[in-house]
T-cell receptor, first 113, second 112 residues
Framework: DGGITQSPKYLFRKEGQNVTLSCEQN?????MYWYRQDPGQGLRLIYY???????QKGDIAEGYSVSREKKESFPLTVTSAQKNPTAFYLC????????????FGSGTQLSVL | GQSLEQPSEVTAVEGAIVQINCTYQ??????LSWYQQHDGGAPTFLSY????GLEETGRFSSFLSRSDSYGYLLLQELQMKDSASYFC?????????????FGKGTRLSVIA
């Protein structure tokens, strides 16, 4: 079955530590996205990539970094510069860069120890 | 930029009809989308209105009026499994390519 896989489902970060969230898709989609969701809030865009080796900052990119070395993979690193990282992180993909239909992974819940 | 407003919570009775409104402020956009998210789960695409009017998909319908900067999601014959959060979203019509911007979501509780 095609889809988007996020791992791990739960992740804990210590103070000053960088952590990386994995996102892999086998849908052959060109565009991939990272959203952050806080309780009772909507989805806020962190980074997005429309094509391999290219990505753009979203509304809340500070304290995060990404890479897009392969079409299938779009990992997100939460750096120590992100002072409030506790949130639910959702990865998504779409067929093209101008497409309203996003396919989401099951998310990673990141908490700070 | 874009700003979308939705009610934070709605409660409705099983078997009834409920309407979730979305008002927006944006200079131009392609259309209005709706997503459903169950607690702890992934958002899933429900519908897209690229043109004004009503789009129907089974028990769910979605409406858009660009002149009123307003849209809604209509759920009929409510079932307990419809209890979830519902998000409206738009993609701005700017130069270049822009991703979806989501509202804060409406939490729907279906009660017996």
């Amino acid at each position: 079955d095609g889809g988007i896989t996020q791992s791990p489902k739960y992740l804990f970060r210590k103070e000053g530590q960088n952590v990386t969230l994995s996102c892999e898709q086998n849908l052959n989609h060109d565009a991939m996205y990272w959203y952050r969701q806080d309780p009772g809030q909507g989805l806020r865009l962190i980074y997005y990539s429309q094509i391999v080796n290219d990505f753009q900052k979203g509304d809340i990119a500070e304290g995060y970094s990404v890479s897009r070395e392969k079409k299938e993979s779009f990992p997100l690193t939460v750096t120590s510069a992100q002072k409030n990282p506790t949130a639910f992180y959702l990865c998504a993909s779409s067929i093209g860069q101008n497409n309203e239909k996003l396919f989401f992974g099951s998310g990673t819940q990141l908490s700070v120890l | 930029g874009q700003s979308l407003e939705q009610p934070s919570e709605v409660t409705a009775v099983e078997g009834a009809i409920v309407q979730i409104n979305c008002t927006y402020q944006t200079s131009g956009f392609y259309g209005l989308s709706w997503y459903q998210q169950h607690d702890g789960g992934a958002p899933t695409f429900l519908s897209y209105n690229g043109l004004d009017g009503l789009e129907e998909t089974g028990r769910f319908s979605s409406f858009l009026s660009r002149s009123d900067s307003y849209g809604y999601l209509l759920l009929q014959e409510l079932q307990m499994k419809d209890s979830a959060s519902y998000f409206c979203a738009v993609r701005a019509r700017n130069s270049g390519n822009t991703p979806l911007v989501f509202g804060k979501g409406t939490r729907l509780s279906v009660i017996a």
